[in-house]
């Protein structure tokens, strides 16, 4: 675990569109995800994650003028995810100005696809997404297709597999709890975070500021993403930092 937590704003995209919904569903355009990306780091976010949400569910190709109009106007990491399917993908959206980019349904698909990645562009630059939903207590299953479609599988096996297979750090979001601004799934992520040696991010659910700094300590997420409460100034990043730095937990 990296001695400092991070705070990372998320943009889902929706035909080049900054967008929000919940739980997957009922989604609403928000702005420009350009000019929220760079008042995002003006505010002190770590790094930005832009996800182009209908790439995958209608098999389209990410919208690379997107992704160079966000790296255009910041200077902290930007990963992307969305419409990546291959070796050839993923090096435009890197060419396009990303620093990382990240595969869900694809891996889940074509497991050997983040090894190739992993060999191609370093592991450092590979985020393997897991959207999971919870089956019973302590058992969740990996969803894909926007969190739309159950696999049956098992979600802490396939986060042991994508580490194996060269994922460096895992996005984890949870389906039941994302964009309800109820709280993180902190059992999820704790299970991942247990079960794996890679940086995990805590996504989906973020309502409040003791929200993040739960996932952040019993969750033992490495960094926490949020869009809602950002999006519609609930906090600014300063505020969680301040928040999580008064309550003894790293910052930068």
Not at 28 to 53: S, T, W
Not at 78 to 83: A, E, I, P, Y
Not at 100 to 129: C, D, M, W, Y
Not at 229 to 244: A, N, P, R
Request: hydrophobic residues 40%; glycine residues 12%.
């Amino acid at each position: 675990m990296r001695p400092y937590r991070r705070v990372i704003p998320c943009l889902d995209t929706r035909a080049g569109v900054l967008v929000k919904g919940v739980c997957f569903r009922d989604v609403r355009d928000v702005g420009d995800p350009a000019e929220f990306a760079k008042c995002y780091e003006e505010d002190g976010a770590d790094e930005i994650v832009l996800l182009d949400i209908t790439a995958t569910p209608e098999n389209k190709p990410t919208l690379l003028d997107v992704v160079r109009k966000v790296a255009s106007v910041i200077s902290i990491p930007l990963t992307v995810g969305g419409g990546i399917r291959n070796v050839e993908d993923a090096g435009a959206v890197l060419d396009a100005g990303a620093s990382k980019i990240s595969v869900n349904t694809a891996a889940v698909k074509r497991p050997e696809l983040l090894r190739e990645l992993s060999e191609k562009f370093g592991k450092q630059r590979v985020v393997s997404a897991i959207d999971g939903k919870i089956v019973t207590k302590g058992k969740w299953e990996v969803c894909v297709s926007g969190g739309m479609k159950p696999t049956g599988i098992d979600m802490v096996e396939w986060a042991k597999r994508v580490e194996e297979l060269g994922a460096g750090e895992i996005l984890y979001t949870g389906v039941h709890t994302d964009g309800t601004q109820k709280g993180y799934d902190v059992e999820g992520t704790r299970a991942i975070a247990e079960a794996v040696g890679i940086p995990v991010i805590a996504s989906g659910g973020a309502g409040k500021l003791e929200d993040i700094y739960k996932v952040l300590t019993e969750g033992k997420a490495d960094a926490a993403l949020a869009a809602s409460i950002f999006h519609f100034g609930i906090f600014t990043v300063k505020q969680v930092k301040d928040y999580l730095r008064e309550r003894g937990v790293k910052v930068r």
